[in-house]
């Protein structure tokens, strides 16, 4: 099981950015897809986006046109860019695994996971 660390996660002004970084700390990054998840308070776990193992990327609805994920499998690490953020997009930002890829993929399907960042927008 890959044991992954998220980062990059803090404070900042409304229509600011944030990178954020998933890190693995088992050698086998490259054999998952990666997807990136967020969870506000009161609110359900969504997911934001997925990269297949091939380097398909996949966005949902939820901030498509703001976030941009990106792999570094040498190095072990999936990165999400995130920009123009919002006081709504305050959460915890996860990422997971799965080893069936990212199509119709559904949480279920992601076995690994972070124990989150998080991203707070305010002023």
């Known amino acids: 099981q890959v044991q992954l660390v998220e980062s990059g996660g803090g404070f900042v002004q409304p229509g600011g950015s944030l990178r954020l970084s998933c890190t693995a700390s088992?050698?086998?990054?490259?054999?998952?897809?990666i997807g990136w998840f967020r969870q506000a308070p009161g609110k359900e776990r969504e997911g934001l986006s997925c990269?297949?193992?091939?380097?398909?990327?996949y966005y949902s609805d939820s901030m498509r046109g703001r976030i941009t994920i990106s792999r570094d499998n040498p190095r072990k690490v999936v990165y999400l860019q995130l920009k123009n953020l919002e006081p709504e997009d305050t959460a915890v930002y996860y990422c997971?695994?799965?080893?069936?890829?990212?199509?119709?993929?559904?949480?279920?399907?992601?076995?690994?996971w972070g124990r989150g960042t998080q991203v707070t927008v305010s002023s």
């Open positions: 997971a695994t799965s080893r069936l890829g990212c199509i119709d993929r559904e949480e279920a399907d992601f076995r690994s």
């Open positions: 990269i297949a193992t091939d380097g398909s990327i």
């Open positions: 088992e050698s086998t990054l490259a054999d998952y897809a």
